[in-house]
């Protein structure tokens, strides 16, 4: 299964970074330090990095690197409006020497014993870390590793900055998506709602894929129904938006909802994909086929998906009564209509052209005036 996007959400970009003011130091902390601080919820790792990605051999050899005495490369922090330090570079190196430590290893909760290949030394090859001695033990918790802790000033209001730094130096191995960054900085209640939702069944019948996609492109989407039926949607002034920067700034404001507004954004999401997939079944986020007559893409349609979910959320929220009778002839007739095809292919981030294809749901597919 495919996310159909349009070319200009694909290349969506945007960089503030003449409208931010940052403050950046340097400070060389212990493995002692730094573990008490990850144990302490002081020192916070970043939501994507929920599986350990390092085998037991690249482990070993950072282990065997700190042993030697050899340099460490620098990580990169950043603190958070509560004090806490967010790791947004470093995260396989901390969490290699909490799990020595600690005696066990992430990946697959085995006892951590430094690997017996070659690539080690030998005085220490195959030894856990109570095996080593005292010195060596020592050695390890004591042994520094330079931070570059960063803080953003201004704008007080959000930390959309956090992403972009995020986005530009993170060293993990692999380009991160945009929702993959997002649950490293704006953690909290409406990140955890997120992958609630994401389980949902109807929702993940709908989206295509039994499994969760590991790049949370999933999750994105649920983002952006909330995202473009919120008031701060209805309020912009400008036309033309980036969702990446919108995605971001929402998520941000959100980031701590309280319980009571949780549960109402979990009814309307839940209340919607139940709604949509009992009258459409696994297809209703599809457009209809460019080659067989009748049939429906296997692509998602982003464009199709908030339509329909904010006009559906929209009219169960009024009390609209449904004419169920007549949805299935009323869809294909929504995706045959001219301008409804153009409003979810061509400049489909601007605000009237998401509007419009809300109204097309609303007045050809649910025949509301």
């Known amino acids: 299964?495919?996310?159909?996007?349009?070319?200009?959400?694909?290349?969506?970009?945007?960089?503030?970074?003449?409208?931010?003011?940052?403050?950046?130091?340097?400070?060389?902390?212990?493995f002692r330090e730094l573990i008490d601080r990850y144990q302490d919820n002081e020192l916070v790792k970043p939501e994507i990095q929920r599986k350990y990605v390092w085998d037991k051999t690249e482990a070993s050899r950072f282990i065997d690197s700190l042993l030697l005495g050899l340099p460490v490369p620098s990580i990169f922090l950043a603190k958070t409006q509560d004090e806490k330090l967010l790791i947004i570079d470093g995260f396989q190196r901390i969490m290699t020497v909490f799990d020595f430590v600690r005696g066990v290893f992430s990946t697959d909760q085995s006892a951590f014993k430094l690997s017996r290949s070659e690539k080690i030394n030998s005085r220490w090859r195959g030894k856990s870390f109570v095996?080593?001695?005292d010195?060596?033990?020592?050695?390890?918790?004591?042994?520094?590793?330079?931070?570059?802790?960063?803080?953003?000033?201004?704008?007080?209001?959000n930390d959309t900055s956090y992403y972009q730094v995020f986005e530009r130096i993170n060293t993990s191995g692999r380009t991160l998506m945009?929702?993959?960054?997002?649950?490293?900085?704006?953690?909290?209640?409406?990140?955890?709602?997120?992958?609630a939702l994401n389980k949902v069944e109807p929702w993940r019948s709908l989206y295509g894929n039994k499994d969760e996609d590991s790049r949370m492109r999933d999750i994105e989407l649920i983002l952006r129904f909330f995202a473009l039926s919120s008031p701060e949607f209805y309020q912009l002034e400008q036309e033309g938006l980036s969702l990446k920067k919108f995605l971001n700034q929402i998520m941000g404001k959100y980031s701590k909802l309280d319980e009571r507004a949780i549960a109402i954004h979990k009814r309307r999401f839940e209340n919607s994909v139940s709604f949509i997939y009992k009258q459409f079944h696994d297809t209703a986020f599809r457009n209809l086929s460019g080659t067989m007559v009748g049939k429906f893409s296997p692509n998602f349609s982003p464009t199709i998906f908030d339509s329909m979910m904010i006009a559906t959320d929209e009219l169960l929220i009024s009390g609209h009564e449904f004419n169920l009778s007549n949805l299935q002839s009323n869809r294909l007739r929504l995706l045959q209509d001219e301008e409804y095809k153009s409003f979810i292919s061509k400049e489909t981030m601007r605000k009237d052209s998401i509007l419009k294809r809300v109204e097309k749901v609303k007045s050809i597919l649910y025949e509301v005036d």
């Open 131 to 133: 095996e080593l001695s």
């Open 135 to 157: 010195a060596e033990q020592r050695k390890i918790r004591n042994t520094t590793i330079h931070a570059i802790i960063f803080v953003q000033q201004h704008p007080s209001e």
């Open 178 to 195: 945009p929702q993959e960054i997002r649950n490293c900085i704006y953690q909290g209640p409406l990140n955890d709602l997120l992958f």
């Open 1 to 30: 299964m495919k996310i159909l996007l349009a070319k200009e959400e694909e290349n969506d970009f945007y960089s503030d970074d003449d409208l931010f003011k940052i403050s950046s130091w340097g400070a060389d902390l212990s």
